[in-house]
């Protein structure tokens, strides 16, 4: 076999044993690799005679490639693994008891480790704003042993701006962005209409997060990287319609690349175009083990997704945005994966179980799913146009078009004054149909869903009473056309139904959160009336493109590009 071919099918076999643990619980309990490894009995035990090399030692702009070396390894073993880790301890060494690595990958899969006891690798590096470190370990996750560690590798700009990615706000003469540094002295952001002299600029506002802010561990503990400074800021005064051109930094650290976008006309005679899907997570172009085998198809869904930009107006990413759960580490690889994508277009988000649910902190399902994070991360990297501070719930204008956002993991029942029913139901009537002739109202867990989890309380079906209980009716009596979820990792779509009957002039739902993660095969064995098509063996992204008369609504597969279903309303 070629060395491509060996990394494909031993990391397919890494992952049976996650697919099979997944699969047992419905593909809502999403396993990291390092869920497994065993930091309380990790220990130092340096080989002097283990040399680990990482070349080149200074790196340029995140994204470059490092490789790794190693030789001296005595009886080499199929548990012999790299580790990659920012910051050094101590300025260059690793504790490996005390912070999990970035990623990593095992020795085993270098052809030349088991005969020789030396290998590479080749790794593509984040700039995380410190530096990096490799360490080779031993005796796999379970006696977890640091036998040696490289040298150090360094960005030469540990301030470069990245992470740039667009929002919306209630202004469509307005454009919010948000990226990410060190540090800085006097953060902005410049722009202009493409080909015109008149520079605008605007400083920024700034925040963080630390530990503190979080809930429990890994977040607060072996997972935590400092995220640096989250810095947005709203360019106003922009004309619908028109193409910019920006970049944003600092004076002092440097400046990003030029980036484009297009403000979105609004109106209800404009043909607007809505890309949308959830559950994605992250992967990266290099050999290391991520949560799923070589080629991952979040990789597959960016990559296409990537294709379309000229004509689309909006991403629209419904939860498990990141899949983190409390390794900090991979969100900046999430923001290096879409950063081509909403450097571009608003990308525009609801908040899954992945980033909000944690014992005691007011999540309405009270899960460890967010590893820690209990919304932190989230609510500081996408500051979206929120009714409230506290709960991601919000509505806006897109072209022919609004949408609205409710969290699925806060209180959503009547019950209390403070629900977020409450300003679900004022958002709905504040819709102005002659204004958005089309109401797309988008949620993290499905209202509908074939699936055959009846836990309690948090099982899909236990989760899909309680939202039509609550929630449907007023859908129904906003006369909703779409309604979008994610959470169980397929994609399926409904006829116009209610009150689990399918209902002339009533919402139809589909299930969108086959971006990325390990499908959801668990449906029943007779498919509920109310479903019209149902997918659980593919991956890929819906396509919503609306204009005065007509919607249109299309699954797009990853594996071909091809839509393999669709659906058209006409007003």
Not at 213 to 241: E, F, K, Q, S
Not at 489 to 502: G, N
Request: hydrophobic content about 35%; some cysteine.
């Amino acid at each position: 076999l070629g060395r491509s071919a060996w990394v494909r099918s031993t990391m397919a076999a890494l992952f049976l044993l996650l697919a099979i643990l997944a699969q047992t619980s419905y593909c809502h309990k999403y396993y990291s690799p390092f869920d497994f490894l065993r930091f309380d009995r990790a220990k130092v035990e340096l080989d002097a005679t283990i040399k680990l090399v990482a070349s080149p030692n200074t790196l340029e702009h995140s994204g470059d490639w490092v490789t790794v070396s190693w030789s001296g390894v005595s009886s080499p073993s199929a548990e012999d693994w790299i580790g990659v880790y920012t910051p050094p301890t101590n300025g260059n060494t690793v504790d490996p008891q005390k912070q999990a690595p970035v990623k990593f990958q095992y020795c085993r899969l270098s052809l030349t480790h088991f005969k020789t006891g030396s290998g590479s690798f080749k790794f593509h590096m984040v700039n995380m704003r410190a530096p990096y470190i490799f360490g080779l370990l031993r005796n796999g996750f379970k006696d977890p042993s640091l036998a040696a560690t490289s040298n150090t590798v360094e960005f030469t700009n540990p301030n470069e701006p990245l992470q740039g990615h667009l929002a919306l706000t209630q202004d469509p003469t307005e454009m919010m962005l948000i990226w990410v540094t060190k540090d800085a002295v006097k953060p902005q952001v410049r722009w202009s209409p493409l080909l015109s002299p008149d520079i605008r600029k605007k400083d920024a506002n700034t925040t963080t997060y630390s530990a503190e802010d979080m809930c429990g561990p890994p977040a607060t503990t072996v997972g935590y990287i400092d995220p640096g400074l989250l810095h947005y800021v709203v360019m106003n005064g922009l004309t619908p319609g028109m193409k910019y051109l920006y970049s944003f930094g600092d004076d002092k650290y440097g400046w990003s690349k030029q980036y484009t976008f297009t403000v979105p006309l609004p109106g209800p005679d404009v043909t607007t175009k809505i890309v949308a899907y959830g559950d994605m997570g992250e992967a990266q172009p290099d050999d290391t083990v991520q949560p799923l085998p070589a080629q991952p198809p979040s990789l597959n869904t960016t990559s296409l997704v990537q294709k379309e930009l000229n004509d689309t107006d909006i991403v629209l990413h419904i939860g498990d945005i990141s899949y983190a759960r409390g390794y900090a580490g991979v969100w900046d690889e999430f923001f290096d994966l879409i950063q081509p994508i909403a450097t571009r277009v608003p990308y525009m988000v609801s908040i899954g179980n992945h980033e909000r649910d944690y014992p005691n902190s007011h999540s309405f399902y009270s899960g460890y799913d967010s590893g820690g994070e209990c919304g932190v991360p989230y609510m500081k990297r996408f500051p979206m146009p929120r009714a409230r501070s506290s709960v991601d719930c919000y509505g806006f204008d897109i072209g022919s078009a609004h949408i609205i956002v409710m969290s699925t993991e806060d209180d959503f029942t009547s019950g209390t004054v403070t629900s977020q029913y409450y300003y679900i139901q004022e958002l709905l009537l504040k819709v102005n149909r002659k204004k958005t002739p089309w109401l797309i109202f988008v949620g993290h867990r499905p209202m509908y869903v074939d699936s055959t989890n009846n836990d309690i309380p948090a099982g899909d079906q236990t989760v899909a009473k309680t939202l039509r209980e609550y929630v449907e009716p007023l859908l129904m009596k906003s006369k909703v056309d779409l309604a979008l979820w994610g959470h169980h990792h397929s994609y399926q779509r409904t006829c116009p139904v209610y009150k689990e009957k399918c209902t002339p002039g009533a919402p139809i739902h589909a299930v969108i959160g086959m971006a990325g993660q390990g499908l959801s095969k668990n449906i029943e064995s007779v498919t509920p009336d109310w479903i019209e098509y149902i997918d659980v063996e593919h991956y890929g992204y819906s396509r919503i493109t609306t204009n005065a008369s007509t919607l249109v609504f299309e699954y797009v597969r990853d594996d071909d590009g091809k839509v393999h279903d669709s659906l058209v309303l006409q007003k």
